[in-house]
């Protein structure tokens, strides 16, 4: 059987054009694509979720809206490029849940934030037989020749395949915190990651040897 190549970052910009992507969203696509390196299937849908989250909510990218992810595997990356929303400005937080979705909630100063949860729904992709299999992670989805059948059903399926609930969640308000010295590695972090005699990064987190 003969291999097939994904498409360039070229021919997915072609093909969101045949698709009838709007041009803002077209940008985004592109946008994204750039930044995660190329055109995987999961950043593709992403940025459909983003932009239905978005619609649901009434909201534009540039509000000040919190993230969360519920996989690490590509769904990040769109409310990154898309909304400015990063793990740095505590805007995005990734739950290893592996499920393919995500809620978006506005800034609330209350106890709680209300928003929105997009989900791909497993039901409707019965109608996008590649996407199904790669979705299912099939041993009869064969990436040497589908990988471009199920970036053009995707772009086909849009918003297709999504759904979504209103829900709320309990917001967790910044606080002030204090700092402590590790005895054993000497740096300092906040106090309420030590482990005893010793900070998380020497104890439970402990990722790395020092080479002599």
């Known amino acids: 059987m003969q291999m097939v190549t994904e498409y360039s970052n070229r021919e997915v910009s072609e093909r969101l054009v045949a698709a009838g992507i709007k041009p803002e969203l077209r940008e985004f696509f592109n946008a994204c694509i750039d930044f995660h390196t190329y055109a995987a299937p999961g950043l593709l849908i992403g940025v459909f979720m983003v932009d239905y989250a978005l619609e649901l909510l009434g909201k534009k990218p540039t509000d000040r809206i919190y993230v969360t992810c519920e996989t690490h595997k590509c769904l990040p990356d769109p409310p990154q490029v898309i909304m400015h929303a990063t793990i740095g400005n505590h805007r995005l937080r990734v739950l290893p849940i592996g499920k393919f979705a995500l809620t978006l909630t506005p800034f609330s100063a209350n106890e709680y934030a209300e928003g929105v949860r997009v989900y791909v729904d497993r039901k409707k992709l019965e109608k996008y037989r590649v996407l ?81």
């Open 132 to 212: 199904a299999l790669w979705f299912d992670n099939s041993p009869d989805f064969k990436a040497g020749s589908m990988k471009r059948q199920v970036v053009d059903e995707i772009l086909t399926a849009g918003k297709d395949i999504l759904s979504f609930d209103r829900i709320r969640l309990k917001v967790t308000h910044k606080k002030k915190w204090r700092s402590a010295t590790c005895p054993s590695c000497g740096e300092q972090v906040p106090e309420d990651l030590m482990e005893g005699e010793k900070c998380v990064g020497c104890g439970s987190l402990a990722y790395y040897e020092k080479c002599q």
